[in-house]
């Protein structure tokens, strides 16, 4: 059981390139999130789905977008990295519940923007 | 709005010891409040939960009860190992939000 899967784990941009990281799931979760941690910054919510086709904007969404491409999968996608985008990067998934069984988290990407 | 106080870190603790890390929320009606853990390089996991008052959550020898007259959900363990070293992250749902308030984490550290 594979649960929420990101990659890739580690990436090194320099400022203006762009990038997707990518996230799938296997356990047939409606809701998918893409978070950043920051030290002292504890985590801020980007951008969610809270259902196939829907996405939404968080805390931060500037300098981001994304793509819910199917239930499974949901990316995000840096058009011009700065560094300030220089973070560890989370995708998380929830049931249908709006997330009262708790959330499921990937292992993160850390992404560095020289 | 929503809103998660941890205390702050790093708790430092010997094998062994008892530990306790506060949590009060701020939050609109009856929310479910939540305790992530963090290994070092990992993901976040679900630790455990309680969805009403009164309610414990246990797991691995962890525990929180909801106390809705104070708005805390302290974490608790009566005897902590080095393995237990980590950053804990409270978090509440608030009903209908999708999208739960995670407090900004406490880092512990357990000593042999």
């Known amino acids: 059981n594979a649960g929420v899967t990101q990659t890739p784990k580690f990436q090194v941009l320099k400022t203006g390139q762009s990038m997707t990281l990518q996230c799938a799931q296997d356990?047939?979760?409606?809701?998918m999130y893409w978070y950043r941690q920051d030290p002292g910054m504890g985590l801020r919510l980007i951008y969610y789905s809270a259902s196939e086709g829907t996405t939404d904007k968080g805390e931060v969404p500037n300098g981001y977008n994304v793509s819910r491409l199917n239930k499974r999968e949901f990316s995000l996608r840096l058009e011009s990295a700065a560094p300030s985008q220089t973070s560890v990067y989370f995708c998380?998934?929830?049931?249908?519940?709006?997330?009262?069984?708790?959330?499921?988290f990937g292992s993160g990407t850390r992404l560095t923007v020289v | 709005g929503n809103s998660v106080t941890q205390m702050e870190g790093p708790v430092t603790l010997s094998e062994e010891a008892f530990l306790t890390i506060n949590c009060t929320y701020t939050?609109?009606?009856?929310?479910?409040l939540f305790w992530y853990v963090q290994y070092p390089g990992e993901g976040l996991q679900l630790l455990l939960k309680a969805t009403k008052a009164d309610d414990k959550g246990s797991n691995k020898g962890f525990e929180a009860t909801y106390r809705k007259e104070t708005t805390s959900f302290h974490l608790e363990k009566g005897s902590v190992q080095v393995s237990d070293s980590a950053v804990y992250f409270c978090a509440l749902l608030s009903g209908g939000s999708y999208i739960p308030t995670f407090g900004r984490g406490t880092s512990l550290i357990v000593h042999p």
């Open positions: 356990m047939n979760h409606n809701s």
């Open positions: 939050a609109t009606g009856y929310p479910s």
């Open positions: 998380a998934s929830s049931e249908a519940d709006r997330g009262a069984y708790g959330y499921t």
